[in-house]
């Protein structure tokens, strides 16, 4: 079986999960939570180099002040305990979006993170807090800008891979594969620049239920995938 190199996850249906058994949704989240840390274990054991989960959108605010509250303190606990997780898979962590709408404490302990496993590299895992891909491009277009008025940049030398280096993502590999768990067929803003030619698997199956099995079945559906990036394969 062709591992891909890079997966990509809408970590989805929490909420939903936890209202089908009565639960609050934050319930759901602390579940979706514990998931997140046994699929990275797991991620790691098939032997996939990069993996990036959305965790809180730009758009995620919007919901009621308990619930992101509740997210809030998880993302803080969360943060503390993936250190054990860098350090026990050799995992490097990096947040992508923008940390600035965060407590400091929350930024501050996203910078511990990101500097105490700086130096693993048998997976790399990009956590999506605050994030949006058109903020992501925007900020990005910015920083460009900025560069081509300060000289250090002229208009000529901008390509897609120049670009690239602008995004919160510079430096790694576009997805192979995109999943999407609890049955939404929608990208809700996530990766749109790096996922131009990913392959997607959609699922009904909630986050909190998503287990290895269900990533498995989700590999060997892209195995059955023919990836031609716009050409078209040799008979
Ligand atoms: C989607 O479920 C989930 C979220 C918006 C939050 C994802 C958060 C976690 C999995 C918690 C842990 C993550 C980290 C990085 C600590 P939903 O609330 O949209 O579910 P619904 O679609 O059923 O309402």
Redesign the pocket.
Known sequence: MRVPNHIAII?????????AKGMP?GY???K??A??ETICDDIKDLGVKYLT?????TE?WK?SRE?VEG?MK??RS??KKCMKSAEKNHMRVKVIGDPSAFAPDIQEKIRQLEEFSKDYDELYFQ?A?NYGSRDEIVRGVRKLAQDVADGKLVPDAIDESCFENYLDTAGVPDPDLMIRT?G?LRLSNFLMWQLAYTEFYFTDV??PDFHKEELIKAIEKYNERDRRYGGVKEE
């Not at 970590?11 to 209202?19: E, P, S, T, V």
């Not at 989960?53 to 959108?57: D, I, L």
């Open positions: 970590l989805d249906g929490n909420g939903r999960w936890a209202k949704r759901g989240h602390i979706g939570c998931n997140l989960v959305y965790a809180f959108s995620n919901r619930e997210l998880l993302f969360y943060l956590i807090l609890s939404e909630p986050w």
